[in-house]
Structures are given as structure tokens and as C-alpha cells.
T-cell receptor, first 112, second 114 residues
Framework: TQLLEQSPQFLSIQEGENLTVYCNSSSVFSSLQWYRQEPGEGPVLLVTVVTGGEVKKLKRLTFQFGDARKDSSLHITAAQPGDTGLYLCAGFKETSGSRLTFGEGTQLTVNP | EAGVAQSPRYKIIEKRQSVAFWCNPISGHATLYWYQQILGQGPKLLIQFQNNGVVDDSQLPKDRFSAERLKGVDSTLKIQPAKLEDSAVYLC????????????FGQGTRLTVV
């Protein structure tokens, strides 16, 4: 059973389009982290959201944590080919001994 | 600071053989994770250490997988005997013990079992 459900699993868009990736769970997390992974590399942290309702922006990327701290979204404005990669959300639970659980990922392809 | 180091980068073995992976975490990071990542999927936690103690190994197939973290620093993950379905990337990550500290990942070891 996957604790964190990501959607969509695959996304192929044209340069300049906007997109949103969703990360949903029935569990409450202490924090939620978004990672980006390129082929042959380990995941690299993009952002951590901690407070329910929190919104963080990283250039053209906007991250939101749900009010109940069970879900999160990643919105990319005017996508570029350099945004291509595997986007992973990961939930962190301090009460579970600092366990970091990943979703299945969203494979994004931005075509020029 | 130096990142998480893993070796080897690639390994090809025949089924039923044994294999070991090594991880050197970032200095001072008490928590160390081993994840298995099958192509196109998210990483799946195999085992988590805090210093040299096991915190969570509930998803580790203990009949064939073992891991240790001697002296709370380096860690090794072993598979014996390997099966075809063990073909995956094995990722090691480490983090500081407090707060929302980021988990830093190594480049991983790509294992192919033939």
C-alpha cells in the first residue's frame, strides 16, 4: 500500500505550458518535501513545507501544503525543457522515528 | 561539505550470487537510510539507522538482505542470494537528527541481476 499517492504518473507538455502535480495521503505528516531526480543521479531536495496551508515559491515553482498537512501540490509556470525530470514528494514523520516515505513520482517531459 | 558517497556505481551479477554496497554518509549525520528504487518508481525504504542502531527495517527482505552500520558511520547493504527482481538502483541517504533537516542522497548503485 502506497502511503503517498502522486498524480499524474507521467506528464508530457510543450515548453511554455503550466502544470500541477499532486501528492495526496490519508496520513498527517510533520512535513512534506519535494525532490527532483535526473537519470543516473540521486534525488535533490527542492523544498520542505512544514505548516498547514503554507505556500513556498522557488522561481517558477510554487509549492503548497494542505491545511490538514495530508497533501501537497507543485505548480510549474511556463515550463522549460530543463524542468524535465522525476518529481518526488516525500512525507516526513517525526513520530515514526524520522521515517521519510516517498510517493511513486511524476515523470515530467517538457518538449521544446 | 562532501556529499554522500556510494560504491560501486554499477554492478552486474548472476542470480543466486551475492553482492554488497557501501555508503559513506555526510560527516555528523546520525540518520542513514537505504532505499531501493525500481526504474520509473519512487524510492522504497529498506532500512533506517540512527547512529549504529536500526530504527526501521520493516520492509527489508530479511531472508536475503542484510545491512549494518558499524560505529555509526559507514554502512553496507548485502544481498545473498540475489534474485532477478532485485535489479534496481540502491540509494543511500543521510540527514542530521533534528528538525526538518534535508536528506542528502548519494548517486546510487545500479544493480543488474541476470
Amino acid at each position: 500500500t502506497q502511503l503517498l499517492e502522486q498524480s499524474p504518473q507521467f506528464l508530457s507538455i510543450q515548453e511554455g505550458e503550466n502544470l500541477t502535480v499532486y501528492c495526496n495521503s490519508s496520513s498527517v505528516f510533520s512535513s512534506l518535501q519535494w525532490y527532483r531526480q535526473e537519470p543516473g543521479e540521486g534525488p535533490v531536495l527542492l523544498v520542505t513545507v512544514v505548516t498547514g496551508g503554507e505556500v513556498k515559491k522557488l522561481k517558477r515553482l510554487t509549492f503548497q501544503f494542505g491545511d490538514a498537512r495530508k497533501d501537497s501540490s507543485l505548480h510549474i509556470t511556463a515550463a522549460q525543457p530543463g524542468d524535465t525530470g522525476l518529481y518526488l514528494c516525500a512525507g516526513f514523520k517525526e513520530t515514526s522515528g524520522s521515517r521519510l516515505t516517498f510517493g511513486e513520482g511524476t515523470q515530467l517531459t517538457v518538449n521544446p | 561539505e562532501a556529499g554522500v558517497a556510494q560504491s560501486p556505481r554499477y554492478k552486474i551479477i548472476e542470480k543466486r550470487q551475492s553482492v554488497a554496497f557501501w555508503c559513506n554518509p555526510i560527516s555528523g549525520h546520525a540518520t542513514l537510510y537505504w532505499y531501493q528504487q525500481i526504474l520509473g518508481q519512487g524510492p522504497k525504504l529498506l532500512i533506517q539507522f540512527q547512529n549504529n542502531g536500526v530504527v526501521d527495517d520493516s520492509q527489508l527482505p530479511k531472508d536475503r538482505f542484510s545491512a549494518e552500520r558499524l560505529k555509526g558511520v559507514d554502512s553496507t547493504l548485502k544481498i545473498q542470494p540475489a534474485k532477478l527482481e532485485d535489479s534496481a538502483v540502491y540509494l543511500c541517504a543521510s540527514r542530521r537528527i533534528r528538525g526538518w533537516a534535508e536528506a542528502f542522497f548519494g548517486q546510487g548503485t545500479r544493480l543488474t541481476v541476470v
